[in-house]
């Protein structure tokens, strides 16, 4: 049983700069996430002018019959969003420790050009390690 | 280093005490800095080679002052004038002052007489950095390097220190070894105060505190 189908992060103008699939299931190939991406930064945007509520920050959680979309947008544009089993719990905290990984181990890492997709070894890591973690706990409960 | 948030202020820098107090910066500030410095440097030059050299000089201007400054405060004036005395100053004070931990481990090279190597499992200055694949071996622990170059530079022991990664068993990451080999010069005459049955050993480990 896989909690986590994949995960995203887009860039402030809506490009994919990064993109990993857990298991099997909902697995897309380069275009189909691509079009994933673009299509959820515009739908975030759009979601924001017709909210009826101001200051809406756009959408956090979309709910569908076969999957879950948590999306976490941080105060520079950059969204993180994971696809995952409908019902997943504490997903929110797990985008939180994921924004927190690409400020210390991109962000801080000299060799990364803003904007441009992640390609950092210790990212990829420590992002293994907390989604394993966090499966572990998920199991666990 | 930086001074954090002293009581009393001084109106002229040179009254004010070199005690220790708890100097502590913000490890996120210093690494988007040293990020800063690794990235201004590449802009100003076309080969790794040279990038290397860029960032081991800018670290032995910090070893230069580190030197004095810890000379001053923690020994009296006086500076280690024996080669493992300096060594384990490196191995131990330097590097508590720098990075709030005793270095992981100072050897002796095991093939020639006059290598030394400070090997560190996680280098603070890496701590966030990932090399990417087409800068082959470059290490920005050349800073490190260069630090280390200029402590032992200023207390007469002239020596080629260099940064490498070098891969454990079982470990994702590889540790950083600060390789340092002293010039001809030094050798010889230091050559007697430490060479207590120097043929026998061949691979020794320097008992430290």
Redesign the interface.
Known sequence: MVAIYSLYIINKSGGLIFYKDYGSSGRMDTNDSLRVASLWHSMHAISQQLSPVSGCSGIELLQADTFDLHCFQSLTGTKFFVVCEPGTQHMEDLLKYIYELYTDYVLKNPFYEMEMPIRCELFDINLTQAIQKDRVALLGR | MIGAGKIKQYSNVLDKPLSKGKQEVSL?AF??L??????YN?TQVDNIAELERRLEDAGYAVGARVLELLCHRDKGNRRETRLLGILSFVHSTVWKVLFGKVADSLEKGTEHEDEYMISEKELLVNR?????KD?GTFN?GAFVAGIVRGVLDGAGFPAVVTAHFVPIEGQ??PRTTILIKFAEEVFPGVYDVCSVGAKKRSKVRLSLR
């Open positions: 996120s690494a988007f040293f990020s800063e410095l690794v990235q590449q966030f950095i990932s090399i990417p800068m920005c994702q990451r």
